[in-house]
């Protein structure tokens, strides 16, 4: 299973166009917030896939929107989120306690515009950067394990 990550798109949909030409085939997307508006876009590009979006801090017009989302790809549980009310700008302890409370080996989140991949306490920590700056990710499952990178366009 190959899943794009994007966030923090900002309306920017030429880059997600881009995003979206480089990986032409995919199974599902995951927009980790500020970007509501473009789903839209999103939708219909991703021809029937699930395409999972989650509300950002300047989604302001998106209650119906989910804050955090806990799901399996495969085996691999997952917990996503934006980023902003767990302060991912300063710290990932918060995000860490509330991922491991669900026992998920994948933490996916946005918010502070910068890519970053970091392996602590038994969980990988990923977030795919500013989609409106071209960066996103790439989770590939193989039904046990997982792999994930960084892109960008």
Not at 23 to 31: P, Y
Not at 59 to 74: E, M, W
């Amino acid at each position: 299973m190959k899943v794009i990550i994007v966030s923090d798109s900002h309306s920017y949909i030429s880059t997600l166009e881009a995003i979206f030409n480089e990986e032409k085939s995919f199974d599902a997307v995951i927009h980790l917030g500020d970007g509501a508006s473009d789903m839209s876009y999103l939708s219909g590009i991703s021809a029937g896939k699930p395409v999972y979006q989650l509300k950002g801090n300047c989604d302001f017009n998106s209650s119906d929107l989910p804050p955090r989302f806990i799901s399996c790809f495969d085996k691999v549980k997952f917990f996503a989120c934006h980023g902003d009310k767990y302060n991912v700008k300063t710290t990932l302890v918060s995000l860490m306690y509330a991922a491991k409370e669900y026992e998920c080996s994948l933490v996916l989140y946005g918010h502070t515009h910068t890519a970053h991949k970091e392996e602590a306490d038994g969980m990988c920590f990923f977030n795919p950067g500013s989609a409106a700056n071209g960066s996103y990710g790439v989770l590939e499952t193989d039904g046990e394990s997982f792999r994930i990178c960084h892109k960008s366009v």
